[in-house]
């Protein structure tokens, strides 16, 4: 069964450079999750999107944002990379009715490495 | 959403031996949920018990939830190796979104 996808697995970037993860959700999956995961930290949500639209926003820097295509899938933009910035960035999907007592389903993340 | 606390925060048991973790919550919810997570990869959603469920079985899997208590328990009977990852719950209310605590992260010592 097709899973989500998230490119790229891993990235490096130098301090200050900018940088873009992407998602592509299960086929029909309408809602899309952003979690960040710094070493040795729990999962922390960062902004979701329903529709399209943005359904709920987290701990998420100004430095980054987020938006989801006609397509469905995601991307997040983050500008001005700190060494802190540092971190496995996971995105989800579910289907949206499914969203308000479902399970999520995750992609493998994308790791980012600022130098 | 609100977080849920696991505990222990480790534990560390023989291959075969029964796993046991907790996890406490301050409000109401419409479910709870229990993910694994091997190191460096994504969460996979193990179980989801609603509120209006006690116990329920998956696999080697039996999850309890004590909604008077706020607690829900999740157990791995005859453990292996391959277990050994964080497991984290989530308890599920208004809204899609999950929030993480910081897990059990189990050892399973072949």
């Not at chain 2, 190191?39 to 696999?59: D, Q, W």
């Not at chain 2, 939830?65 to 453990?79: C, E, F, P, R």
């Amino acid at each position: 069964a097709a899973g989500v996808i998230q490119s790229p697995r891993h990235l490096i970037k130098e301090k200050r450079e900018t940088a873009t993860l992407k998602c592509y959700p299960i086929p029909r999956h309408d809602t899309v999750y952003w979690y960040q995961q710094g070493p040795g930290q729990d999962p922390q949500f960062l902004i979701s999107f329903y529709e399209k639209m943005q359904s709920d926003k987290g701990s998420i820097p100004d430095r980054f944002s987020a938006q989801q295509f006609s397509d469905y899938h995601s991307e997040l933009n983050m500008s001005s990379l700190e060494l802190g910035d540092s971190a496995l960035y996971f995105c989800a999907s579910s289907w949206g009715r499914e969203a308000l007592s479902g399970e999520l389903f995750f992609g493998e993340g994308s790791r980012l490495t600022v130098l | 959403s609100q977080q849920g606390e696991e505990d222990p925060q480790a534990l560390s048991i023989q291959e075969g031996e029964n796993a046991t973790m907790n996890c406490s919550y301050k409000t109401s919810i419409n479910n709870l949920q229990w993910y694994r997570q091997n190191s460096g990869r994504g969460l996979v959603h193990l179980i989801l018990i609603r509120s209006n469920e006690r116990e329920k079985h998956s696999g080697r899997l039996r999850v309890t939830l004590d909604t008077s208590k706020k607690s829900s328990s999740l157990l791995i009977t005859a453990s292996r190796a391959a277990d050994t990852a964080s497991y984290f719950c989530a308890p599920g209310g208004q809204g899609g979104k999950l929030i993480f605590g910081q897990g059990t992260e189990l050892s399973v010592k072949p």
